[in-house]
């Protein structure tokens, strides 16, 4: 091959780059153009509910009618007056999934809240909690705090089972939580370990347990920190990294993408039913 050849060669191989680099550049910009609002700051001035019972009542009925914007206002009016588990779960997964989509995820907000549902004697929302820490989603990584609550959820399942919601297959999901714990761990393979720290963290009591600060370092490699920037500003409050374990993944994608039949089918037949949460 003459230098002549060995220049266009790589002439067009300098172009192909740089068509890639700006293709790359024009999806980055169009991907910040479109994408969502966070939820609005002013929803949480909303005033505290003066009526909670029919406020709950209201936000049952706005969920079957698919006013979810509606139903995360009205949960915060309620929660301002008397928290309770069921408003502080519909929140945490109104700032999940962006309200459905209707708005950016913030899971620094929503593990905060999931914790706070957690702490009623709830066992969905400590696994949730669970997971956030286990996959650093919202907050650090933390296998301590995901162990006491994948811990919590398996002692609410058995002590208090009339207290969770109903048609959930709640043993699926602690064991998936406990492989999913022994995978990213694997320290806790290590029966001694594994022991002393079940024993440390069944005698904790829940108000020492403490609660989540949400992560200010995005906990992803270099490039998609960048991008995080961009897409979601500096908290760091978006996804996680991708593991390796399908079943933790997957319940992830469930928790954003099936939200919405997580609030019509249980938080909202819940309600209809006048269950206590």
């Avoid at 980055?28 to 505290?48: G, K, L």
């Avoid at 929503?110 to 004697?121: M, P």
């Avoid at 594994?194 to 108000?207: D, M, Q, V």
Wanted: net charge positive.
């Amino acid at each position: 091959m003459t230098n002549t050849q060995k220049a266009r060669v790589l002439r067009r191989i300098l172009q192909a780059g740089l068509a890639g680099v700006a293709l790359l550049i024009i999806a980055m910009i169009v991907s910040y153009a479109q994408r969502m609002p966070p939820i609005p700051t002013e929803f949480e001035s909303v005033p505290a509910s003066t009526d909670p019972d029919e406020d709950t009542k209201r936000i049952s009925v706005a969920i079957k009618e698919r006013r979810y914007v509606e139903a995360f206002k009205l949960a915060l009016s309620v929660n301002k007056q008397s928290q309770n588990a069921s408003s502080s779960m519909l929140i945490a997964g109104g700032h999940s999934t962006g309200i459905l989509g209707a708005y950016r995820e913030d899971h620094c907000k929503a593990v905060v809240w999931y914790d706070r549902a957690a702490r009623f004697n709830r066992a969905l929302p400590a696994i949730y909690t669970s997971m956030h820490y286990l996959a650093g989603q919202g907050v650090k990584r933390d296998m301590e705090a995901a162990y006491f609550w994948y811990l919590r959820a398996a002692f609410l399942i058995k002590e208090y089972p009339r207290q969770q919601l109903p048609d959930l297959d709640y043993p699926r999901y602690v064991r998936g939580l406990e492989l999913a714990l022994e995978k990213q761990f694997p320290t806790l393979s290590d029966p001694k370990i594994r022991n002393a720290i079940t024993e440390k963290l069944s005698n904790r009591k829940l108000e020492d347990q403490a609660s989540p600060v949400p992560q200010s370092t995005p906990d992803i490699p270099v490039l998609g920190a960048y991008w995080g920037k961009l897409m979601y500003g500096s908290s760091g409050c978006y996804g996680p990294q991708a593991r390796e374990f399908d079943w933790f993944d997957s319940q992830f994608r469930a928790e954003r993408a099936g939200f919405q039949k997580f609030s019509n089918d249980f938080i909202g037949n819940a309600m209809g039913l006048n269950v206590q949460f």
